[in-house]
């Protein structure tokens, strides 16, 4: 038994120091605490490898689930990358599109400079040629009512006011403002009252209130000074002659000239009054 046990240690393997602990025994109980000693150390051994073995398998199922993750996470980072340069190029082509957008509304308001300038050139020369021509008084039909026609049509007597126009002219360029009514700023009711003021005329801060005033007068009589009414009586400008107006139009514009033939006004036009 003992013999066979000493060669069952030396076909295994064991380490060299094994076989030299049973050899170096020095009696029978000598060798028998030996061979127990041994026993156990192989015990031990055998419990090592095999929590040794069970770490290895466990560090690889480990590194099997990192690698996953670490796969997934590589793939929603290209997944955001993707994500990212698609959201990067459509801003780009909004920041294209937005400085497009801006040169656009930048000619336009060229275009819109260049036409009030020329627009204001003509209207000075229309009312340096009506102020020649002029003779205030008014005469006895501008007595401030109207006269029946024979078909029972309403025609206005001839304007008194239309020196209201070169002073409404002086303030081409300046900026709407809601409630304004001074060349800081004018709202469309505002611009006509302050410009009336200043022919000694006193009319109320109102578009709605000024379409009481006066009396009306056709389109096709409309004389310079004649107030002319948009959009449900919102709106009010100054008639000035050839087919056009001077009025402060809305926030972000400024005091210009219109014509009643664009397409808003014409569409909204509500009708006229003249100053008497």
Not at 28 to 43: A, F, K, Q
Not at 81 to 108: D, F, H, N, P, V
Not at 197 to 222: F, I, K, N
């Amino acid at each position: 038994m003992l013999s066979r046990r000493i060669v069952a240690i030396y076909v295994s393997g064991d380490a060299p120091t094994t076989l030299d602990v049973l050899l170096g025994a020095r009696s029978l109980d000598d060798l028998l605490t030996r061979i127990e000693t041994v026993n156990r150390v192989s015990n031990q051994d055998s419990r090592v490898v095999g929590q040794v073995t069970a770490f290895r398998e466990q560090v690889k199922r480990q590194k099997s689930r990192l690698d996953r993750a670490h796969a997934a996470q590589a793939k929603i980072v290209s997944a955001r990358a993707a994500q990212k340069a698609q959201i990067e190029g459509q801003l780009a082509q909004r920041r294209a599109l937005l400085s497009t957008i801006r040169g656009q509304i930048a000619q336009l308001q060229a275009q819109e400079r260049a036409q009030q300038a020329r627009l204001a050139a003509q209207l000075r020369a229309r009312v340096l040629t009506q102020t020649a021509a002029s003779h205030p008084g008014g005469g006895a039909n501008a007595i401030g009512v109207a006269a029946a026609t024979p078909e029972g049509t309403t025609v206005a007597p001839p304007g008194r006011y239309g020196g209201v126009v070169g002073v409404a002219m002086r303030y081409l360029g300046v900026p709407y403002v809601y409630g304004g009514a001074s060349p800081s700023g004018f709202d469309c009711s505002g611009l006509v009252m302050y410009a009336y003021a200043q022919v000694g005329v006193s009319l109320p801060h109102s578009s709605y209130a000024q379409y009481s005033m006066g009396v009306p007068v056709s389109r096709d009589q409309l004389q310079p000074g004649d107030l002319v009414f948009f959009d449900g009586l919102g709106h009010v400008g100054i008639y000035v002659g050839g087919g056009q107006f001077i009025h402060a139009p809305h926030t972000g514009d400024v005091v210009k000239i219109s014509s009643l033939s664009e397409s808003w006004y014409a569409s909204t036009y509500v009708g006229a009054r003249r100053i008497l």
